[in-house]
């Protein structure tokens, strides 16, 4: 059983659907939840499903892509709880373009959302992070093996997991950082990929399925919970077994 009662999570990207199981699963343990998205008015209909007196969520109107935002995030959920124990960076974008047609634009914008917005949420974050804390970005199997016509995405997603193995050494004993890479999940940023390769992606997959939100919420809430207190460093992937095959 994860216990997060009186622990405050600083959750971005959270109106995805990781990031909403995520946060779902995160409330029922007990925790604070301050939550951050560019959608503000679903982010408060989401809030309000979860919280319905409001006493332990606070949410955020959220650009990942810019350093302010990211800083005034923060702020908020240091005044509101007083303090971060736990933070998952899972906003991020998912484009399809060709790398011969990409221009600097579509390249630049996923790059600002998928990669500095992480950067700068967790530099935000680093002066109010409780002892024993954790920090469990979001990165994907394309971080690992490539991914067709999103290279753009995929390199965001490479670059993460060395980002997080530097910031593991930097944060010593003070706080974990561990990644989760999802496979395919069934959630709308991946329906269209489904649509095209659905076949191909469950027949490279031995469980044979795609991935729930849920379960990849669940990996997260361990690695955030004391059953993970010597994991540091680590990746864990959520897939099926599509990187394996």
Known sequence: ????????????????????????QFFTAGANLVLGDLDGA??????????????????????????????????????????????VPAA???PEQAVAEMTDEQ???????????VFFLVRATLPHLNRGGSIVPIASVAGHRGSARHAHYAATKGALLS???????????????????PGIIRTPMTDDLVAVKGADLLSATPMGRLGDPGEVASVVSFLCSSAAAFVQ?????????????
């Open 42 to 87: 679903a982010l408060d209909e989401f809030a309000q499903e979860l919280d319905p007196t409001g006493a332990r969520t606070a949410t955020f109107v959220l650009d990942a892509a810019s350093s302010a935002s990211n800083d005034e995030f923060v702020q908020l959920a240091v005044e509101r709880f007083g303090g971060i124990d736990h933070l």
């Open 233 to 245: 460093g680590e990746v864990i992937h959520v897939n099926g077994g599509l990187h394996m095959a």
């Open 1 to 24: 059983m994860t216990d997060f009662q009186g622990e405050t999570l600083l959750l971005s990207g959270a109106g995805g659907s990781i990031a909403r199981a995520v946060a779902q």
């Open 107 to 117: 390249w630049h914008r996923v790059v600002s959302i998928n990669l500095d917005g």
């Open 163 to 181: 980002f997080s193995r530097s910031l593991a050494w930097e944060l010593g004993d003070h706080a974990r950082i561990n990644v989760v890479s």
């Open 92 to 94: 991020g974008i998912y």
